[in-house]
């Protein structure tokens, strides 16, 4: 447990930085998992609160696995009596042709194959159940000054001129990690050359609990179903392009990026009747060769950022988050010093070759929708169609993706 060795000096057993969903689960999962640890869980900026009336642009869409995880945090519970929009289906097609894939949660037995949720809400809902553990200090906003390493902890100064310490600090501050530059991890990295553009907007039909994704030369377009209690006309929606246009999407008045969208969209969910502010994130592919060197583990975007295509970016945080207790407690339990190489390379083992795997094959998807060359064109047609009419394959496919 924590001594407080001086005045101005805390000790902490693990430091967390960064308190948005991936570090806030991971505080919350190890205060909850091992009471005995004493956990600094650091947020730079104040929290942004959830509305209620009007929707985040940034959601996630939760596998099963994530959701579960949610509920062992004992946040899931109250993110549901909120607001969630679980989606049964999911339509995949290419712009280039007519081929298509349709993903039933009926065809694996299962009530859904995911649920939509608003970032804001799971980073409240989860800041709620550390509030409510003795073992977790929460501190914020606080600006960080300056980390220091030596052999046995890192000392991290703040603002305020009080020091903390600890064996083992956990980065969670996202894809432009201060923390993986400061310890100079090695990273592998390159820009798409695209941005993805993220709102919300309201739809003309119901979008029937389907996730619409359509490939096009240009980047993904993504309309993922959101319910404002009963109604089914909103949609999130992400769409990727090449970066010059993306600048002439957003240039446009509301009314032509709706008609743009309804377009580009194939009137799915029938005319796009409005849209909410939107905002351009432009994307970068980045993976960490190490997520771990002696008293400090990356976790989430800080070790890897993937593309948005398949909305798997939190989900593989969260695989990290799980990883990454369970490695801790187990090593708790026998005493070993929680911060030792020996300790974070186990961690390592266990997420690094997923993480590599699904980032591979989503590079491999963005390549082949955006090649536009007429045999691939065919063969991407004819090999969508042909999954689509194999039901063992796809319903395999919609295991690996739920993360069953």
Not at 69 to 90: E, F, P, T
Not at 281 to 304: F, S, T
Request: with cysteine; aromatic share 6%.
């Amino acid at each position: 447990m924590a001594v407080k060795i001086a005045q101005q000096c805390r000790e902490y057993d693990v430091i967390v930085v960064g308190a948005g969903m991936v570090g806030a689960a991971f505080a919350c999962l190890l205060g909850r998992s091992n009471s005995s640890l004493s956990i600094a869980l650091l947020e730079a900026r104040a929290t942004a609160a959830f509305d209620s009336e009007h929707f985040d642009p940034r959601v996630a869409a939760l596998t099963e696995k994530s959701r579960s995880l949610l509920d062992c945090c004992g946040a899931w519970n109250s993110i549901a009596a909120q607001r969630v929009s679980a989606y049964g289906a999911m339509q995949v097609w290419d712009a280039e042709g007519t081929g298509e894939i349709h993903f039933d949660c009926q065809d694996v037995q299962q009530p859904n194959l995911g649920h939509i949720v608003e970032n804001s809400l799971v980073v409240e809902s989860l800041l709620a159940e550390v509030d409510k553990l003795d073992n977790i200090d929460f501190l914020c906003p606080v600006s960080v000054v300056q980390y220091s390493q030596s052999e046995s902890q890192v000392s991290v100064e703040l603002s305020s001129g009080e020091q903390l310490v600890t064996p083992l600090l956990v980065a969670a501050d996202g894809g432009n990690s201060s923390i993986r530059e400061q310890f100079k991890f090695a990273t592998r990295e390159w820009d798409y050359g695209h941005s993805a553009i993220v709102t919300t907007v309201q739809t003309e039909s119901v979008h029937q609990q389907t996730a619409w994704q359509r490939f096009m030369s240009t980047g993904p377009l993504a309309l993922l179903p959101l319910n404002k209690q009963s109604d089914q006309h909103y949609c999130s929606l992400v769409w990727s392009q090449e970066s010059a246009e993306a600048d002439r999407l957003m240039a446009l008045d509301d009314v032509a990026f709706c008609a743009e969208l309804s377009r580009a969209s194939e009137h799915c969910v029938g005319e796009i009747l409005s849209v909410d502010k939107r905002y351009a994130i432009p994307l970068r592919q980045r993976h960490a060769k190490d997520y771990v060197v002696e008293r400090v583990a990356l976790l989430g975007d800080a070790a890897h950022t993937i593309h948005p295509l398949a909305g798997q970016g939190v989900n593989l945080g969260f695989a990290d988050v799980k990883a990454l207790v369970d490695t801790l407690c187990a090593e708790a339990k026998r005493g070993n010093d929680l911060g030792s190489l020996m300790c974070l390379n186990k961690y390592q083992r266990l997420r690094k070759p997923e993480n590599l795997a699904t980032m591979a094959a989503m590079e491999g998807f963005k390549r082949l929708f955006a090649a536009d060359n007429v045999a691939v064109r065919l063969l991407r047609n004819m090999g969508l169609g042909k999954v689509n009419q194999i039901k063992p394959l796809k319903n395999e496919i919609i295991k690996q993706v739920m993360g069953l």
